[in-house]
């Protein structure tokens, strides 16, 4: 019995720390967004440098291709991939991390 309780619950810490990997963390995203990409981006709808990230999820953009969970994560690794003469690729630079692009997802899909 005792044997079974730990299994469980190592078994339920591996899936809350694996979830927390996967769904990124909206409150650390937040501040990332603030540190990264206020330069160039609004939450309010208007257009900055770059489009605004106001319910950017689920945007079908024309550059930046079909904005869903996938489309954002794979826009944040690299957006030349998605659309070669990007400005964002031109003017930033930094790589970022995947838990950095989790999070940044996470955030981006309550706006
Ligand atoms: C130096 C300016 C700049 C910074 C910093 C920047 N972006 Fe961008 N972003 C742009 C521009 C310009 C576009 C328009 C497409 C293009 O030319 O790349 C864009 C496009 C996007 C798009 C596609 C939106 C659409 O509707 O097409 C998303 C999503 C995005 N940026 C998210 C982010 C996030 C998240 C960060 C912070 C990690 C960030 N950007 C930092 C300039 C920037």
Redesign the pocket.
Known sequence: MKKFVVFAVSMAIMAISSSAVIAGDATKGAK??KK??K???TIDGKKK???T?KG?LG?D????GK?DEAG?TT??KD?KKV?P????????KKK?KDG?IAD?VAY?KTL
């Not at 953009?61 to 930046?64: H, I, M, P």
């Not at 003469?85 to 930033?92: C, Q």
Request: aromatic letters at 12%.
């Open positions: 990332l967004y990264k990409c330069a160039c981006h440098v770059g489009p990230l950017v945007r953009s024309k550059n930046a904005l954002l826009w944040l957006p659309f003469k990007s400005k964002m690729a031109k003017l930033f970022l950095e940044l981006l």
